[in-house]
């Protein structure tokens, strides 16, 4: 079955800091990759996806995320984050193979110090 | 833009006691999921609906559980028999035919005393 890490439970940065959380999963077959976000208090939301092309996606509120297949990874990234960024981050996998099931990573909690 | 919905957003309940929880899906949406994240846990699949049955289902899901579409409109996650262990946050998601792409709504919490 496939799996899904994120290595960063808690992150702390300062406004306009750059931000990176990582995601890498285990499965050898064809994948669509996500990364939502959850606000304080909110849903679940989808910042970006990726199914196929370009391996640099670019989402919602200025993030970006690049697959690389040979690591198995699905980093996120924003170059200059805001106090609004403050949110729980989510990455998860969907196997095309397998339906349409996601799996999730752990999550990664961001709190943007003003 | 279109909405989960899910009601109620926080229910409390006795153990052993029966729950339901509600979503409305996006109207047009043909798949949908319960999924539920214990406090401090990842967010993890309970099961899929399409057709009127069940797609997939986890080993979570057992027979304490169980799905509905008692209309149109509507989509409900029981609990037959409330365990502690149930205490999580329950998401519902649709998802139209075609897209790979889930909404969610914005959670029940439930809280098993």
């Known amino acids: 079955a496939q799996s899904v890490s994120q290595h960063n439970h808690h992150v702390i940065l300062s406004e306009a800091a750059s931000l990176e959380l990582g995601c890498n999963y285990s499965y050898g077959g064809t994948v669509n990759l996500f990364w939502y976000v959850q606000y304080p208090g909110q849903h679940l939301q989808l910042l970006l996806k990726?199914?196929?092309?370009?391996?640099l996606v670019k989402g919602i509120k200025g993030f970006e995320a690049e697959f690389i297949k040979s690591k198995f990874s699905f980093n996120l990234r924003k170059p200059s984050v805001q106090w609004s960024d403050t949110a729980e981050y989510f990455c998860a996998v969907n196997v095309k193979a397998a339906g349409n099931k996601l799996t999730f990573g752990g999550g990664t909690r961001v709190l943007v110090k003003p | 833009e279109p909405e989960v919905t899910q009601t109620p957003s926080h229910q409390v309940t006795q153990m052993g006691q029966e729950v339901i929880l509600r979503c409305v899906p996006i109207?047009?949406?043909?798949?949908f999921y319960w999924y539920r994240q214990i406090l401090g846990q990842k967010v993890e699949f309970l099961v899929s609906f399409y057709n009127n049955e069940i797609s997939e289902k986890s080993e979570i899901f057992d027979d304490q559980f169980s799905v509905e579409r008692p209309d149109g409109s509507n989509f409900t996650l029981k609990i037959r028999s409330t365990k502690l262990e149930d205490s999580a946050m329950y998401f519902c998601?649709?998802?139209?035919?075609?897209?790979?792409?889930?909404?969610f709504g914005a959670g029940s919490r439930l809280t098993v005393l």
């Open positions: 109207s047009n949406h043909l798949y």
């Open positions: 990726y199914f196929s092309g370009d391996p």
């Open positions: 998601a649709s998802k139209g035919s075609g897209a790979n792409v889930l909404t």
